[in-house]
């Protein structure tokens, strides 16, 4: 089974300025069946981006993935105060999905 | 456009039988190439999935789970269900439905508001 970890834990930033989360697996995974989700307090998590690198419907181009094998990445090239939330990764593999415990992006 | 809500109880005692239900409104739960799942967050903790049922009414379950869990379709009603047996105060959390499709690599594109439950006597 795989296991994602993500870094860092929590992120502090200030609007405008960029943030990169880390999402690695403990072996190589397909990038088609990586995802990116953001969550914030109250709400259903949203699909951010799906097959590593493609953007989900509704999200602005300031949000961008990429990576491969064992290491992906998610970018949010500058903070807009909409963007403050828990961001996941997730892996599906044979019937089985896993998550990363999350990245908390938090104002400074 | 595609919704779904969770209903079921929000306290339940240690020891019992959780059932809940995940209702789905615009898409039919046949569609094979949807994969339905259930999906948890404990109280300030990440996303944990519980397992999912195909519109065949094939399971799969979550190895820490899966003695505990049963998943079933009701495709009159375009519902699915999550049963968990046994239940411990460790499974407090946020109960949430999500489906999930081929086309985005079989990532969740949409999710029920979620359910807080409650273990406790």
């Known amino acids: 089974e795989i296991v994602l970890t993500q870094s860092p834990g929590t992120l502090s930033l200030s609007p405008g300025e960029r943030a990169t989360l880390s999402c690695r697996a403990s072996?190589?995974?397909?990038?088609?069946?990586l995802a990116w989700y953001q969550h914030k307090p109250g709400q259903a998590p949203r699909l951010l981006v799906y097959g590593a690198s493609n953007t989900a419907t509704g999200f602005p181009d300031r949000f961008s993935g990429s990576g491969s094998g064992t290491d992906f990445t998610l970018t949010i090239s500058r903070l807009e105060p909409e963007d403050f939330a828990v961001y996941y990764c997730q892996y599906y593999d044979n019937s089985h999905w896993t998550f990363g415990q999350g990245t908390k992006v938090e104002v400074k | 456009q595609v919704q779904l809500q969770e209903s079921g109880p929000g306290l339940v005692k240690p020891s019992q039988t959780l059932s809940l239900t995940c209702t789905v409104t615009?898409?039919?739960?046949?569609?094979?190439?949807?994969?339905w799942s259930w999906i948890r967050q404990h109280p300030g903790k990440g996303l944990e999935w519980i397992g999912f049922i195909y519109y065949s009414g094939n399971t799969y379950y979550s190895p820490s789970l899966k003695s505990r869990v049963t998943m079933s379709l009701d495709t009159s009603k375009n519902q699915f269900t999550l049963t968990l047996t046994s239940l411990t105060v460790a499974d407090t959390a946020v109960y949430s439905c999500?489906?999930?499709?081929?086309?985005?690599?079989?990532?969740?594109?949409?999710w029920g508001q979620g359910k807080m439950v409650t273990v406790s006597s």
């Open positions: 999500a489906r999930s499709v081929s086309f985005f690599g079989n990532a969740f594109d949409i």
């Open positions: 615009g898409a039919s739960i046949n569609n094979g190439g949807h994969y």
């Open positions: 072996q190589n995974m397909n990038y088609a069946y």
